[in-house]
């Protein structure tokens, strides 16, 4: 795979986030830092990478506005968000249960929580590689890096 095909750059549109909570921005942080580090990343019929990325959610769905590293303009691609909804609530809800068992709860689920949660994060990036496959390729820890950063877009506070 080139060295080209990979996202150099990456930036949330955060015109609708009133504030997170500092679990929330650390897992932002984390994942947009392993994404810049290692991904695969490759529009369809585009071979000039690396790209410039910018992920948002605009009432159309979850939009890919792909540049390339001068900015000049790729694309867009807009996903429908109705088959993830249910993927994030669930992950969200898995996610809450898991940080409050951390405090309290036994190992055994403790552990059986991570096992859910890592479950749940796997079919969204699943979902993200299916949705995509005509128009990007991806590899599955790019998908789900995206899903992770698709989550927070979602998370309000």
């Known amino acids: 795979?080139?060295?080209?095909?990979?996202?150099?750059?990456?930036?949330?549109?955060?015109?609708?986030?009133?504030?997170?909570?500092?679990?929330?921005?650390q897992e932002r942080a984390v994942a947009i830092y392993d994404l810049l580090q290692k991904n695969h990343f490759a529009p369809r019929g585009h071979l000039l990478g690396p790209y410039r990325l910018r992920l948002g959610i605009e009432p159309a769905g979850l939009v890919f506005d792909v540049r390339s590293e001068t900015d000049a303009e790729i694309g867009r691609i807009i996903l429908g968000m109705s088959a993830f909804r249910r993927i994030i609530k669930d992950y969200f809800i898995v996610c809450d249960s898991y940080h409050e068992a951390i405090k309290t709860a036994t190992p055994a689920r403790i552990e059986t929580l991570d096992m859910g949660r890592r479950a749940l994060h796997n079919e969204g990036a699943d979902l993200l590689v299916e949705r995509l496959k005509d128009r990007v390729d991806l590899d599955f820890d790019t998908a789900r890096r995206l899903f992770t950063l698709l989550c927070v877009l979602h998370r309000r506070a």
């Not at 795979?1 to 015109?15: F, G, H, K």
Request: glycine share 0%.
């Open 1 to 25: 795979m080139p060295d080209t095909q990979r996202i150099a750059d990456l930036t949330l549109d955060e015109r609708t986030v009133v504030r997170r909570n500092p679990d929330v921005e």
